[in-house]
């Protein structure tokens, strides 16, 4: 793949094709070879997915989270991963993707993506990601676009009507109501020992859960809803659908080949091919459909949805007014009965909404509360009372939600009995409350309130978990058991194991909680939890978790578990997080090299920082000479007030030769070579080196090695400077800590013509 343009000329690419054809996967990649970039993904459990991918190569503090309800934003993030509405296009960056741009033609969401495709755009590079269905659409609208049509990377086989019997292994099962969605894990629970359960209402921690269950191979079998349709990656061989209506929001309809395909695509994953089939008695889908998601090939998309995006707030009628607008377009439909525009219409029915509606800020305001979307599905007047008393406090004396009154509705949700549909009730409404709690200025101690929120909604998952478990997974079918469980922090003692054959099945699906919660727990932590020990091994209180290893670079270590009895599914979200902490250690560490005073340095001091963060803070003056020949003076007073110095042999940065800098850049030394080092006291100031470790290793640990001796970069030019005066050599020893004998050669190698280390 060639580097980002660096020649300040946009480029647009749209990578088109079926599923499976690692678009995501490659918008992902090249947005990391840019400086900065967004992407916006069109569900928030894939937002999330994709958010532990990019913090697991580059840190959490390099990338904000940004959805609905989730708004994790460090102070300076590099990359942000967005759902598509909660994307923040007025910010710049370097790259800018859009998936599933074909949800243009959505009759909910469409204006919102078409708005993405007319406006959002990277400085430097802006892909969109989709369907071969967009194309003709975004030839018209797009036309200096570049077309990159992707091929699957596997096989898709219809396999008929298949009894439920007769669902190999690794099957997902597909419906479109809650309901049917447990009539059949319920079935095959029966009859196959039991599924998984996804549905789009379910949180990241519960869906998680789940799918940590379905991919550690405890059963054999996911039943979920079309949820499973964006990208979501699991190991699927096989697709059955046991329907093929679904409730759109406004009618039943048949789903549409293009839509069945986008489902059916999950079976097989990279170059493993995949079947899909109805699920019997339902008959099998006829032979042109069969053939045309074989074939990828569908109608092209005739029209999308628009919405302006230069609204009028100066009343509520001059609003409804200019969302009215005729689209400028053939091809571009107007969407008119979007969730937000019929709440507002609702509102402007109402005296007292209209009575405080009176000027532009009012009015914005009003259509900002229209935004809070309606997780519950209630019945539209249920919400639009929750919107109207949002408003009218909002515009109230104190222009803020009482405090009292938002207790009122949260309490009652941090509830954790009741059935799963109840638990799901209570889990969309929190949804909503996160919403609004993210709205800082419309609540006093915004933060409190955020964190209640997801502390209520990681205790309903928790508890949707168990309780999804316990229906639809038979205990004594289960194919792998845990072997002991934790609760709380790893440091807590190991709880006895349950019997094979547990006595009842509330036992059981305790059981099977337990491990996917401690995860999350660890997953959610802060990074203040973790710390490293002077063998490099990552640890949780007193309990160990990884240990440091090679990766790619020295700058980006590799880890490796040193937890037993977890599943596939926990093993990598653990791996995950603990590889995004190291990153952010990694980032901590260098901070002093990437100090915002060294953002106007020219070339030769860009290349010399390079140099640095490569060496850890340190870098020698022989390999960096034609850096240091051409700094310019302000270039070199940037650097002084960083605190980079720049000596006759040796460059570094003062802050990183402390001694808890040195102890972590001997740890990245000590996982990059894979042999144990042994570190020189905290006050040392030389010691002899090793003949098992290489020069550069050394430099990178902040003590080059000169004459024979590795001594610390900060003391080289102190002992050069008095040897290059005359001291004698008993003074340099004493300054060294060594034999005098050891000095001439020290001496001879910092004289001025020379300059070089042991090579």
Request: net charge positive; charged share 30%.
């Amino acid at each position: 793949m060639h580097p980002p343009r660096a020649d300040g000329v946009q480029s647009i690419t749209a990578q088109l094709g079926p599923t499976n054809t690692g678009k995501t996967h490659r918008a992902v990649e090249r947005m990391l070879q840019h400086q900065t970039g967004m992407i916006g993904l069109p569900l928030r459990l894939l937002a999330r997915e994709v958010y532990d991918r990019v913090s697991a190569r580059v840190g959490e503090g390099a990338v904000a989270l940004v959805t609905g309800e989730e708004k994790r934003v460090p102070p300076r993030p590099r990359y942000w991963v967005c759902t598509v509405e909660a994307m923040p296009i007025e910010r710049e960056v370097d790259f800018l993707a859009v998936d599933e741009i074909q949800l243009c033609g959505h009759s909910e969401r469409g204006h919102v993506f078409t708005d993405r495709l007319l406006h959002g755009r990277g400085r430097q590079e802006t892909w969109f990601l989709g369907a071969d269905t967009i194309r003709p659409i975004l030839e018209r609208l797009v036309p200096t676009a570049v077309i990159d049509r992707r091929p699957r990377l596997s096989h898709l086989y219809g396999a008929g009507a298949l009894p439920l019997r007769g669902l190999p292994p690794r099957t997902a099962v597909v419906a479109f109501s809650a309901g049917a969605v447990y009539r059949l894990a319920e079935r095959l629970r029966v009859r196959r020992g039991g599924a998984a359960v996804v549905l789009g209402a379910l949180s990241p921690r519960a869906r998680n859960a789940q799918v940590a269950l379905y991919q550690a191979g405890e059963v054999d079998y996911l039943v979920a809803t079309d949820a499973i349709g964006m990208g979501l990656n699991m190991d699927v061989d096989c697709v059955a659908f046991a329907e093929l209506c679904k409730f759109d929001g406004r009618q039943k309809r048949e789903l549409e080949d293009a839509e069945l395909a986008q489902i059916a695509g999950r079976a097989g994953r990279h170059h493993n091919d995949g079947r899909f089939a109805t699920l019997a008695p339902l008959p099998r889908l006829p032979a042109a459909v069969s053939r045309a998601i074989e074939d990828h090939s569908f109608p092209m998309q005739k029209r999308i949805f628009w919405r302006s995006r230069e609204l009028d707030t100066s009343s509520v009628d001059a609003l409804m007014t200019s969302m009215r607008q005729r689209p400028h377009a053939a091809c571009l439909e107007l969407q008119d009965g979007a969730e937000d525009a019929r709440a507002l219409a609702r509102l402007r029915q109402d005296g007292e909404v209209m009575a405080r509606a009176r000027d532009a800020e009012s009015v914005s305001l009003l259509w900002e509360v229209c935004q809070i979307p309606d997780y519950r599905q209630l019945q539209l007047d249920d919400h639009f009372q929750l919107l109207r008393a949002v408003f009218l406090q909002l515009r109230g004396a104190r222009q803020r939600l009482a405090d009292d009154w938002i207790r009122r509705h949260v309490d009652p949700l941090d509830d954790a009995q009741g059935d799963i549909d109840t638990l799901l009730a209570r889990m969309a409404f929190i949804r909503t409350w996160t919403y609004i709690t993210h709205h800082t200025h419309w609540v006093d101690d915004a933060r409190a309130w955020q964190e209640r929120a997801r502390a209520i909604e990681d205790r309903l998952s928790d508890a949707l978990h168990d309780k999804l478990v316990l229906r639809f997974v038979d205990p004594t079918s289960r194919r792998t058991r845990a072997r002991g469980r934790r609760e709380g922090s790893l440091g807590e003692q190991l709880r006895a194991v349950v019997p094979v054959l547990a006595e009842t099945r509330s036992e059981e699906a305790e059981q099977s909680a337990a491990i996917p919660r401690w995860i999350d727990g660890l997953v959610e932590a802060a990074h203040e939890r973790f710390r490293l020990d002077g063998a490099g091994r990552i640890l949780d209180g007193g309990e160990v978790l990884a240990r440091l290893a090679a990766g790619v670079d020295r700058l980006r270590p590799e880890v490796t578990l040193l937890v037993d009895d977890l599943g596939a599914g926990q093993r990598l979200r653990l791996h995950r997080r603990l590889v995004a902490w190291t990153r952010d250690w990694v980032v901590q560490l260098l901070a002093p090299l990437r100090d915002e005073r060294l953002a106007s340095l020219g070339a030769a001091g860009r290349g010399l920082v390079y140099q640095l963060e490569q060496g850890l803070g340190t870098a020698l003056v022989v390999h960096a000479r034609e850096q240091v020949r051409e700094l310019a003076p302000h270039d070199r007073s940037a650097l002084g007030r960083a605190g980079v110095r720049v000596g006759r042999h040796v460059v570094f940065s003062a802050r990183l030769m402390q001694p808890a800098a040195l102890r972590e850049r001997a740890l990245l030394c000590q996982a990059e070579i894979g042999l144990r080092l042994d570190r020189p006291r905290a006050d040392a100031v030389s010691f002899l080196p090793s003949s098992e470790v290489s020069d550069p290793t050394y430099v990178a640990m902040g003590f080059p090695v000169i004459g024979g001796r590795a001594i610390r970069a900060d003391v080289i030019e102190v002992v050069a400077s008095r040897a290059a005066s005359g001291a004698s050599a008993a003074e340099i020893a004493r300054r060294l800590g060594c034999y005098c004998d050891e000095v001439e050669p020290i001496r001879h190698a910092l004289a001025p013509s020379r300059g070089r280390s042991r090579r």
